[in-house]
C-alpha cells in the first residue's frame, strides 16, 4: 500500500505541467557601430539588490562606447508588461555629458519582475557640438540606438 501511495504521488507530479521559467541567460552582449550592452550576472556584494525567488530577479549592465567623443549620453532601461503593449522604465537610467571611446557605464543589480520576456536598453547620445555664427554652441545631431534581449524558454 505504501509503495502504491508513493508511485501515484510520483506520476501525479511527473505529470503536472511544469510552469518554472529560467533566468535570462547571461552573460549574454549585443552589439551596434557605436555601443556594446552586456548583461550580465548579478554581485555577490550583499549591500546591492539581491533576487526574490518567485517576485524578481538581478542582473547587472555594462555598456560600452566602441567609438569616439560622444555627448550627453543617456541609458535607459525597460522590461515588457505582460499583456500589453506597454514597457515600464527599470533602474538602470544613466547619464553623462560626455563618454570617450572605451568609456564604460555599469550599473550592478537592477531588479527584474520574475515572467519578464524582453529587457529594452535606449541610448541617445550627440554628436560634437555645433558652434553657430554668433559664437554659441548647441547639441550636435541626436542619435538613438535600441538593444533587446527576448527571454529564452
Not at 505504501?2 to 510552469?19: C, E, G, M, N, R
Not at 539588490?49 to 555598456?63: C, F, H, P, R, T
Not at 515572467?115 to 541617445?124: D, H, P, S, Y
Not at 554659441?136 to 529564452?152: A, L, Y
Amino acid at each position: 500500500m505504501k509503495k502504491l501511495i508513493l508511485v501515484v504521488l510520483f506520476l501525479s507530479t511527473a505529470l503536472l505541467p511544469i510552469q518554472a521559467r529560467a533566468e535570462f541567460k547571461v552573460p549574454v552582449s549585443k552589439e551596434t557601430g557605436q555601443w556594446k550592452v552586456e548583461l550580465l550576472a548579478p554581485s555577490n556584494n550583499k549591500d546591492l539588490a539581491q533576487g526574490d525567488k518567485g517576485k524578481y530577479e538581478v542582473y547587472s549592465l555594462l555598456v560600452t562606447n566602441k567609438r569616439g567623443k560622444v555627448y550627453n549620453v543617456h541609458v535607459g532601461a525597460f522590461r515588457d508588461e505582460q499583456g500589453t503593449s506597454k514597457m515600464s522604465g527599470l533602474a538602470p537610467q544613466m547619464k553623462s555629458d560626455e563618454i570617450v571611446k572605451g568609456q564604460t557605464f555599469s550599473f550592478e543589480n537592477f531588479p527584474v519582475k520574475t515572467g519578464t520576456n524582453k529587457l529594452e536598453f535606449v541610448i541617445t547620445w550627440n554628436d560634437d557640438p555645433i558652434k553657430l555664427m554668433d559664437g554659441k554652441k548647441v547639441s550636435g545631431r541626436p542619435f538613438k540606438e535600441t538593444v533587446v534581449f527576448d527571454h529564452i524558454n
